[in-house]
């Protein structure tokens, strides 16, 4: 091995393991957030709790609101993962909407985050906040909601729903409202019961708006 093949050896496994850092420390920065909201997560806090060093951590994300930053989009990417692309396993239009119902309740339901739903949790923690991490937060949430519009849509163009077009903002609205309200009572009050209740509701709702019964399997489950 030559020596430049040597330095870049070295330094792939130097990114490597700083990699390996950043998502074991922002694992935990995830979970903390989702529990004690945006305000509670500083380098000092989370070095407490995931054993990794501030200088490691300050290394990782410079400041505080680097490391919050960091923690919205790791967030984001988890919520992507586990919620929107099995959804897109569905066909768009009803199907893919009846799916991301399905787990958006699931990623809460199991605790994918100690605090339940991550988004629920900071929404509510910098809406009166302005920055970066309010836009960021925005933003996610912008896109999230969006989306739902988008397949509410296209099932009422599919004929899939019989509602008029201004009803669509209206539906796309109650459906994830729904769901943040089954999270926010489950971690009140320790139970999953919300989430079924919240399940039947969004299945009367969506039976309501022309939806046909076979479609609504999912929500059942």
Request: aromatic share 6%; with cysteine.
């Amino acid at each position: 091995m030559s020596k430049t093949d040597e330095v870049d050896a070295g330094l792939d496994g130097r990114r490597a393991r700083g990699d390996a850092s950043r998502r074991a420390v922002l694992s935990h920065a995830m979970d903390l957030v989702s529990v004690e909201g945006l305000d509670g997560l500083s380098i000092g806090h989370l070095a407490e709790v995931s054993g990794h060093s501030k200088s490691s951590i300050a290394g990782l994300f410079r400041n505080k609101a680097g490391l919050q930053l960091a923690t919205v989009d790791a967030a984001r990417a988890v919520f992507v993962a586990v919620v929107v692309e099995p959804a897109r396993e569905h066909p768009r239009g009803l199907g893919r909407l009846v799916a991301l119902m399905h787990h958006v309740s699931e990623h809460s339901r199991t605790r994918v985050f100690a605090g339940g739903c991550f988004f629920a949790a900071v929404s509510a923690d910098v809406d009166s906040k302005p920055g970066p991490v309010r836009d960021a937060v925005r933003a996610a949430m912008s896109d999230w909601y969006g989306y739902i519009e988008v397949h509410v849509r296209h099932a009422a163009e599919a004929g899939e729903l019989e509602i008029e077009p201004d009803e669509i903002e209206l539906l796309a609205f109650e459906l994830p409202a729904l769901y943040e309200q089954a999270n926010a009572r489950s971690l009140l009050y320790g139970s999953d019961r919300p989430y079924a209740i919240a399940a039947r509701g969004i299945r009367d709702r969506l039976r309501r708006a022309g939806a046909d019964a076979s479609a609504l399997v999912l929500l059942e489950r």
